[in-house]
């Protein structure tokens, strides 16, 4: 790669980031709405802009910076209180976050499209409309706080500005005198701040008045603060700082606050001593309430169906597993120099076998090696986790969208944003969770007057939980609305010639709920923005197949609906146990294996043509490998059957041979072979065989799926 084109990588990388992390600080603010403002968050989201402007800048794409750098002029009017944060105000930002993503996005492909480029001029123009509504005019509080001119004179405008927000709260202002060290003052200076921001704002940090002697230095904070004055004399404990209480003037004659800057004006340079920055905001979201737009209407959508997928391929990894895996390779080229030895001294001895002593030592260090390996296996599978609050927090701004523009509200709750998986399968994932979530949308949650008919809370609720369980996430995509409406289903596919009359009522609940997944298969009488058409979770089966996962439905009619996904940590590096049948190999995924069981034919039951065998109290449909892909009837040998489980499903799958577990890298299939059911790649077993690798989840689903489904799909 070119420096220019590194750089550009570099570019959409951080720009990426920022913006994840403004619209996850956006919805922390667009939740505390109607509260007070948490001044560092917003500082935090105004830096935020402020970067992306001077990056997009930098690197020439004007439509970026010209979006960011009026959001950023909205942003600083907000802080400073010259504008509210009103219903507009908020939307408007959140909005930029959606934009400004699909700018980015335009820019890594290298294209410009009018459209999107007319929304990002209207949405800048709507920024500027509201960056020149200024608050009321007030008296200036700071008239009434004993300050001496040449203090006050050193104030930032923002500084000023949350002077007077503490004074307007009733907060007790104290100047706290610390003298620290040269050698290290600014750990100091830090370290105070740590210690008294749990109590109460730093509001500024100046040099002081009354300097240090000649190897020290000194700093006046100005802190406002509820608590009583002990507990702020507790925390300086053991600090080198005192604190004295600011007085206040009689409120004789206080003049009127100044009229706000205008549009275009520089807000002053702060002058800051090192380490005195305060630190960015770092809210974990737990929950985002949508709400419909303020005016009722919804803004247009650049791109209705955009991909919530990662710009970049990046993955930040924490140094300390970087520096983990230089350790194990340093041994490795250890291991591979004893080793090598070896081999010369087994070529120059004149013995036409190696010696006892040779060959132990040949066997430790080939154990050795294994371990190693292992070593630097988990540690690469573990560079490339990323948490799946990544997804989490696009999927939260969506749903605020998607929830204004149909009218409805609703409330997402996250948890297991921690979870991490595999970054391929993180970014496979968006798309399947963004459709599976606009459908509970539209299909599920109710309008709020229909929900209150009902008993029901006005805002409906959409839960989504990640949890491990070994070698396995499970994540769940809950809500509280109407359930699915299973009649509605059975019609339609009776329609649809899937199902006679008579198949349609006679079929199960949990069979006829999964018809949602066929494809082509909606249940809607018209069309909408959000769906109807026919498409969507069909594609999300298909993707989730495609990462060797699984897909189920549970519903409740009024009560709600579950979906359930599960999917394996990595497809990277997998245990596998590899088997034969009719003498042809396979591997299967270790993690998809329960248990291995002896099979004699008597065991074997036979229901409406299909096998099926007892294990333990619980009937399992029998599948035979050979015969599945065409290798004949099958051996009448000594078998196995191999317990496969994917969530609560169950299969016995039949094989004639046991070769071993062993780790393998899992390699795609092109052409015509990539799309074959039951198969999810192939691998090389390192005797020079290539062997195909066993789709787990797409074995079990098309054996516990009736004939109709099998068809379907």
């Known amino acids: 790669m070119s420096d220019r084109g590194r750089e550009r990588s570099e570019f959409l990388a951080e720009s990426a980031e920022i913006l994840e992390t403004l619209g996850r600080d956006l919805l922390v603010l667009d939740e505390g709405r109607g509260g007070e403002l948490d001044p560092e968050l917003l500082n935090g989201i105004f830096r935020g802009a402020h970067s992306l402007k001077g990056l997009a800048g930098m690197f020439g794409e004007d439509r970026l910076a010209t979006l960011a750098h009026a959001a950023e002029d909205l942003l600083d009017h907000l802080r400073l209180g010259k504008v509210e944060a009103s219903d507009p105000v908020v939307d408007s930002l959140v909005e930029v976050v959606d934009v400004l993503q699909a700018l980015l996005a335009e820019a890594s492909r290298e294209e410009t499209t009018g459209a999107l480029g007319s929304r990002a001029t209207g949405l800048a123009a709507r920024l500027r409309g509201l960056t020149q509504a200024t608050a009321p005019a007030q008296v200036d509080l700071l008239d009434q706080l004993d300050l001496d001119p040449a203090t006050r004179k050193v104030f930032t405008e923002y500084e000023e500005h949350r002077l007077r927000e503490n004074l307007r709260k009733g907060m007790s202002l104290y100047r706290v005198r610390a003298e620290f060290d040269l050698s290290d003052f600014d750990?100091?200076?830090?370290?105070?701040?740590?210690?008294?921001?749990?109590?109460?704002?730093?509001?500024?940090?100046?040099?002081?008045?009354?300097?240090?002697?000649?190897?020290?230095?000194?700093?006046?904070?100005?802190?406002?603060?509820?608590?009583?004055?002990?507990?702020?004399l507790a925390a300086l404990e053991g600090t080198p700082a005192t604190a004295e209480r600011l007085g206040r003037l009689e409120p004789a004659a206080l003049a009127p606050e100044p009229p706000a800057a205008p549009v275009g004006k520089t807000p002053k340079k702060p002058r800051r001593a090192k380490g005195a920055k305060p630190l960015p905001p770092a809210p974990a979201v737990s929950n985002v309430t949508a709400l419909p737009s303020s005016n009722g209407a919804a803004p247009a959508r650049a791109d209705s169906e955009a991909s919530l997928r990662s710009l970049t391929e990046t993955v930040r990894v924490d140094i300390r597993r970087?520096?983990?895996?230089?350790?194990?390779?340093?041994?490795?080229?250890?291991?591979?120099?004893?080793?090598?030895?070896?081999?010369?001294?087994?070529?120059?001895?004149?013995?036409?076998?190696?010696?006892?002593?040779?060959?132990?030592?040949?066997?430790?260090?080939?154990?050795a090696l294994e371990r190693k390996l292992e070593e630097v296996q988990e540690g690469l599978l573990g560079a490339r986790m990323v948490p799946l609050g990544q997804v989490f927090e696009k999927l939260a701004r969506l749903v605020r969208r998607l929830a204004r523009d149909a009218g409805k509200e609703l409330e997402l709750v996250l948890s297991g944003g921690e979870v991490e998986l595999d970054k391929l399968i993180v970014e496979e994932l968006s798309d399947p969770l963004m459709h599976t979530i606009r459908n509970a949308i539209d299909?599920?949650?109710?309008?709020?007057?229909?929900?209150?008919?009902?008993?029901?809370?006005?805002?409906?609720?959409?839960?989504?939980?990640?949890?491990?369980?070994?070698?396995?996430v499970l994540l769940e995509v809950s809500d509280d609305g109407a359930g699915i409406n299973e009649e509605r289903v059975r019609e339609v596919a009776v329609q649809r010639g899937l199902l006679t009359a008579d198949e349609a009522r006679e079929l199960p609940t949990r069979e006829a709920q999964n018809l949602i997944f066929t494809p082509g298969f909606s249940t809607a009488r018209s069309i909408s923005e959000l769906s109807g058409?026919?498409?969507?979770?069909?594609?999300?089966?298909?993707?989730?197949?495609?990462?060797?996962?699984?897909?189920?439905?549970?519903?409740?009619?009024?009560?709600?609906?579950?979906?359930?996904?599960?999917?394996?940590?990595?497809?990277?590096?997998?245990?596998?146990?590899?088997?034969?049948?009719?003498?042809?190999?396979?591997?299967?995924?270790?993690?998809?294996?329960?248990?291995?069981?002896?099979?004699?034919?008597?065991?074997?039951?036979?229901?409406?043509?299909?096998?099926?065998?007892?294990?333990?109290?619980?009937?399992?449909?029998?599948?035979?490998?050979?015969?599945?892909?065409?290798?004949?009837?099958?051996?009448?040998?000594?078998?196995?059957?191999?317990?496969?489980?994917?969530?609560?499903?169950?299969?016995?799958?039949?094989?004639?041979?046991?070769?071993?577990?062993?780790?393998?890298?899992?390699?795609?299939?092109?052409?015509?072979?990539?799309?074959?059911?039951?198969?999810?790649?192939?691998?090389?077993?390192?005797?020079?065989?290539?062997?195909?690798?066993?789709?787990?989840?797409?074995?079990?689903?098309?054996?516990?799926?009736?004939?109709?489904?099998?068809?379907?799909?």
């Open 187 to 232: 750990v100091g200076l830090a370290k105070l701040n740590g210690q008294l921001k749990p109590l109460g704002e730093v509001i500024s940090t100046l040099p002081s008045q009354r300097p240090g002697d000649e190897t020290g230095i000194a700093f006046d904070l100005i802190y406002g603060t509820r608590r009583p004055e002990r507990e702020l």
């Open 322 to 367: 970087l520096d983990s895996l230089m350790n194990a390779v340093g041994e490795l080229l250890l291991i591979k120099g004893n080793l090598q030895r070896l081999a010369e001294s087994a070529g120059h001895s004149s013995a036409i076998g190696p010696s006892r002593a040779w060959s132990q030592e040949l066997t430790r260090e080939s154990r």
């Open 443 to 472: 299909h599920g949650i109710e309008a709020p007057e229909v929900r209150e008919a009902q008993g029901k809370p006005r805002k409906g609720r959409i839960s989504l939980r990640a949890v491990q369980r070994g070698n396995r």
């Open 533 to 713: 058409r026919g498409v969507g979770l069909d594609v999300v089966k298909t993707n989730i197949a495609s990462l060797s996962g699984l897909i189920d439905v549970h519903s409740e009619r009024g009560n709600g609906t579950t979906f359930e996904i599960t999917l394996p940590v990595t497809l990277a590096i997998v245990r596998a146990l590899v088997v034969g049948a009719e003498g042809r190999t396979y591997a299967i995924p270790l993690s998809g294996v329960l248990e291995i069981l002896s099979l004699s034919a008597s065991e074997v039951r036979t229901v409406e043509r299909r096998e099926l065998l007892p294990v333990r109290g619980r009937t399992l449909p029998l599948v035979r490998l050979a015969p599945l892909f065409g290798h004949g009837p099958g051996t009448t040998g000594p078998l196995f059957a191999l317990v496969l489980g994917l969530a609560q499903e169950r299969i016995a799958l039949v094989v004639d041979q046991l070769h071993g577990q062993q780790d393998i890298v899992v390699k795609p299939l092109g052409g015509r072979l990539s799309h074959i059911r039951g198969i999810s790649g192939a691998t090389d077993l390192g005797n020079r065989q290539t062997v195909l690798v066993l789709d787990v989840g797409a074995l079990i689903e098309d054996s516990v799926a009736p004939e109709w489904k099998a068809e379907a799909l």
